[in-house]
């Protein structure tokens, strides 16, 4: 069973940086693909960072290209997003994903953590 929890999110000014965390307090963390997906005020969900199926490999999100990073530390069962340079538009819910392999889509989430970056 898959359970994600994160944490790391808050209120900072345009520049500045924050990492959030997702833990999954299941014992098969190792075997799921990872990804961090986010929710701005009023829009859809849309992908961030995390492993893309149709490139079969981790990818990013366009507008965070160079100023975010994902990754994993399976000692820990938890993700990261590491997110440097933070823009007002950067504000948002941010969601972590799991998916099982085999699956090709994320089926597990998190519950949310609010991230606002004021300018």
């Known amino acids: 069973q898959v359970q994600l929890v994160e944490s790391g999110g808050g209120l900072v000014q345009a520049g500045d940086s924050l990492r959030l965390s997702c833990v999954d307090s299941g014992r098969t963390f190792s075997t799921y693909y990872m990804g961090w997906f986010r929710q701005p005020p009023g829009k859809a969900r849309e992908f961030v960072a995390g492993y893309r199926w149709r490139r079969g490999s981790s990818d990013y999100a366009d507008s965070v290209k160079g100023r975010f990073t994902i990754s994993r530390d399976n000692s820990k069962n938890t993700v990261y997003l590491q997110m440097d340079s933070l823009k007002p538009e950067d504000t948002a819910v941010y969601f972590c994903?799991?998916?099982?392999?085999?699956?090709?889509?994320?089926?597990?989430w998190g519950q949310g953590t609010q991230v606002t970056v004021s300018s």
């Open positions: 994903a799991a998916a099982s392999a085999g699956t090709g889509t994320y089926g597990y």
